[in-house]
């Protein structure tokens, strides 16, 4: 009987390693914070102010956005109370618009692939902070509203280092950038709601403190692809 929980733990491992790693996969495909060819050109040739279009764009970046989705993974994963899940994700969205915002407008950039290397750190570093972690190597729990913060901040500086690629018209540059922020933090709250739902079931479900540890050393491990990539991008290109 031990022997095949046993199995079933290792199985439920490999499942969860494997949905995080497509996930990742997909991302990378994708191209870290990429924009599709599409609506690439779109950016580059529109001019004057276009607050419906940028809603759509920055809400479209956001759902398919997966190394954002799994940060806000780890972030809810133990959040019950609403007002919990609103402080974290008010603090993550306060650090993704202030960097976002200001990088485009003070033409501010460094490397995408170190950018989107620390945005993959962020997911190790929820991961690794849901499984008590820090609290058992330090002997202290660091601020997890602090660090949340933080990692918005480098999130919507990897953004605003792409949207600094694309030379956006600087005609209407200022609400357009409003309207895209306004579009990501909707294609947010939209995720967001999708993940609480599957969560709500899996929380109700009686293998989810089983397998809460093993959805976490998943996340990890895809976080460490996901840095891996980036850096290996960064050495050769």
């Known amino acids: 009987m031990l022997?095949?929980?046993?199995r079933a733990i290792s199985r439920d491992s490999f499942l969860l390693v494997a949905c995080i790693t497509i996930l990742?996969?997909?991302?990378?495909?994708?191209?870290?914070h990429g924009v599709t060819a599409g609506d690439k050109g779109y950016i580059q040739e529109s001019s004057g102010t276009m607050i419906i279009p940028f809603i759509y764009l920055g809400a479209k970046h956001m759902v398919t956005g997966y190394d954002h989705l799994l940060f806000l993974f780890g972030v809810i994963f133990f959040l019950y109370r609403l007002k919990d899940v609103s402080i974290y994700v008010t603090l993550f969205a306060v650090g993704h618009s202030v960097t976002?915002?200001?990088?485009?407008?003070?033409?501010?950039?460094?490397?995408?692939?170190?950018?989107?290397?620390?945005?993959?750190?962020?997911?190790?570093?929820?991961?690794?902070d849901n499984m008590g972690a820090y609290k058992r190597w330090f002997g202290f729990?660091?601020?997890?509203?602090?660090?949340?913060?933080?990692?918005?901040?480098f999130h919507g500086f990897g953004l605003a280092t792409k949207i600094l690629e694309y030379k956006v018209s600087p005609d209407g540059?200022?609400?357009?950038?409003?309207?895209?922020?306004?579009?990501?933090?909707?294609g947010q709250l939209m995720a967001l709601g999708l993940i609480l739902i599957?969560?709500?079931?899996?929380?109700?479900?009686?293998?989810?403190?089983?397998?809460a540890y093993n959805a976490n050393v998943a996340l990890m491990t895809g976080g460490f692809i996901f840095v891996g990539y980036?850096?290996?991008?960064f050495f050769i290109s």
């Open 230 to 233: 980036q850096m290996t991008g």
């Open 100 to 128: 976002l915002l200001s990088g485009v407008l003070m033409d501010f950039s460094v490397s995408a692939y170190i950018i989107d290397a620390i945005i993959g750190f962020s997911i190790v570093y929820k991961a690794l």
């Open 141 to 153: 729990q660091p601020s997890t509203k602090m660090a949340t913060l933080i990692f918005g901040l």
């Open 173 to 186: 540059l200022i609400p357009n950038l409003i309207a895209f922020n306004v579009g990501v933090e909707l």
């Open 24 to 32: 990742l996969s997909l991302a990378i495909d994708a191209g870290a």
């Open 3 to 6: 022997e095949l929980a046993k």
């Open 198 to 211: 599957v969560m709500g079931f899996w929380r109700r479900s009686s293998g989810f403190y089983h397998h």
